[in-house]
């Protein structure tokens, strides 16, 4: 066990749709990061928050959103939902210091129909 | 910039036997180099790094990894595979001093162990 939470597990919407993703990192950890991951783009990094505030960005579509809140938990909003969004969507949350590893939770599987 | 190489898309090895799962890397300084694995519906677990020190690094589940400065190397290995090894393996890597903080990471691996 990881110590991420991520939920929903599983998640069936149309296109346009909005759908809001959670996660809880491990205790203690400040850095949230997003990720998505597909068969042909393997994983991509989406977005990294630290303590509340947005440190980087990745390759992050403009109708996705994310932020980290004060309890540290953080989501990503996805909207005008489009088939190719269907992916597992991954948090990972780590300690201080670039030599830390991430921690992984165990995803969202988002079906676009 | 930094970057990151598994040249495999699949390993495949018969149990029992020695495996190997190949990563490559470029940095412009120093390597921060991690392996994860995958199984089938969960995400990336940690299984070791390399900071610095003692090229040989030994992590969970009986893995471990060699760290080639010359060869810019880090491919991870196990004396004897088992059946439960199978899985997806992703190399990352972070540039020091002050390259991104964020990793980057290889397309995987698929491990496949035979009995």
């Known amino acids: 066990d990881s110590g991420v939470t991520q939920t929903p597990k599983h998640l069936i919407t149309a296109t346009g749709q909005r759908v809001t993703l959670r996660c809880s990192p491990r205790s203690g950890d400040l850095s949230v990061y997003w990720y998505q991951q597909s068969l042909d783009q393997g994983l991509q990094f989406l977005i990294h928050y630290y303590n509340g505030e947005e440190r980087a960005k990745g390759n992050i579509l403009e109708r996705f959103s994310a932020q980290q809140f004060p309890d540290l938990h953080s989501e990503l909003n996805l909207s005008s939902l489009e088939l190719g969004d269907s992916a597992l969507y991954f948090c990972?949350?780590?300690?201080?210091?670039?030599?830390?590893?991430?921690?992984f939770g165990d995803g969202t599987r988002l079906s676009i129909l | 910039a930094q970057s990151v190489a598994q040249p495999e898309d699949q390993v495949n090895v018969a149990e029992g036997n020695p495996l190997t799962v190949k990563c490559t890397y470029s940095v412009s300084g120093n390597p921060y180099l991690f392996w994860y694995v995958q199984y089938p519906n969960r995400g990336l677990q940690f299984l070791l790094k390399y900071i610095t020190g003692d090229n040989l690094v030994k992590g969970s589940y009986g893995f471990e990894a060699e760290f080639n400065k010359s060869q810019t190397s880090f491919h991870l290995k196990k004396p004897s595979a088992l059946v439960s090894d199978s899985a997806l393996y992703f190399c990352a890597v972070r540039d020091t001093p002050g390259g991104s903080y964020i990793p980057t990471f290889g397309r995987g691996t698929s491990l496949i162990v035979h009995p």
């Open positions: 990972a949350s780590s300690g201080g210091g670039s030599n830390q590893p991430q921690h």
